[in-house]
């Protein structure tokens, strides 16, 4: 049997029959109830839930990709086989399909408890938020031609999804960062959550909504995501050796690139301003800054499924 993570389990399309078969008069020959003292003697981790962590870190160094269930069944496998007796397959003749049938069991008892799923609601806290921010930007699209009452309302929608997206965009690294420190977890999520309601409140009075101020807004959203800069520094002072810190690093940096260079044309209104006219139906300033928007959002959303697969795997 294969063990999946996300359903059941899953017969292989292929089977040994015959092996099956003679399976029970080989674990009576093979004196099967021998294989649990050797393996506490080879994987004292094994009986302790509590000290599942340990038999993790011996797996660690094995597992830097992101498929997960093909490198632990792989490595727990290979870790096993090494500590289930030679007799059984020597003295007793053991086929090796059945001595693999036997390490695929014990490893299907012990890679669940590997596999510890930590809560998810920060990561569907910055889904719900860039949902957010893009409906409002197509329902601002659609209908700010309709009259200008509902211009007036869609716009207000439309900033204040910005906002919701900046704010939202911390939740998954700041929380899954320093989840083992409730005091800069709680720090962090409460400023960047009521910098980003106070910048929604200031993005609904209407003497925001005037041309002069399009390179502020700009310059307002851009700050609120600067000050990520914070818990981003601290993150990789603190995992400066972890590899997923690394990983989810780089791509918030690309995030933050991406994301301000989108900020910059939009302010700046690049290309059109240097030919006006040729941009009239596709290729300005604003269009390019959706697509960037996009972008980055599809670069964290990446990011946090490489702190999920960490802290999965590690918790605290």
Known sequence: MRLS??????????????SFQRL????RKAEFYKIHPELVNCLPSLP?????????DELKPSLPSMDFISSVSGN???????CVPKRFSHAYQTENSVLHGVTDDVMNMVAPLMYRPITRWPFFVFLGGAMFCLLASSTCHLLACHSARLSYIVL?????GIAALITTSFYPPVYYSFMCNPFFCNLYLGFITILGIAT???SLLPLFQGPKFRSFRASLYFGMGVSGVVPLVHKLIVFRNQPEALQTTGLEVLMGVLYGLGALIYATRIPERWRPGKFDIAGQSHQLFHILVVAAAYTHYRAGLVYLRWRDLEGC
């Not at 302790?48 to 993790?56: A, F, G, P, V």
């Not at 207000?156 to 204040?160: E, L, M, Q």
């Open 5 to 18: 993570m996300c359903g059941p389990t899953k017969a292989p399309d292929i089977m040994d029959l015959s």
């Open 24 to 27: 029970p008069d080989m674990i």
């Open 48 to 56: 302790n839930l509590s000290d599942i962590y340990r038999l993790k």
């Open 200 to 202: 929604i409140v200031f």
């Open 76 to 82: 727990i496998r290979e870790l096993l086989a090494k």
């Open 156 to 160: 207000r929608c439309d900033y204040a």
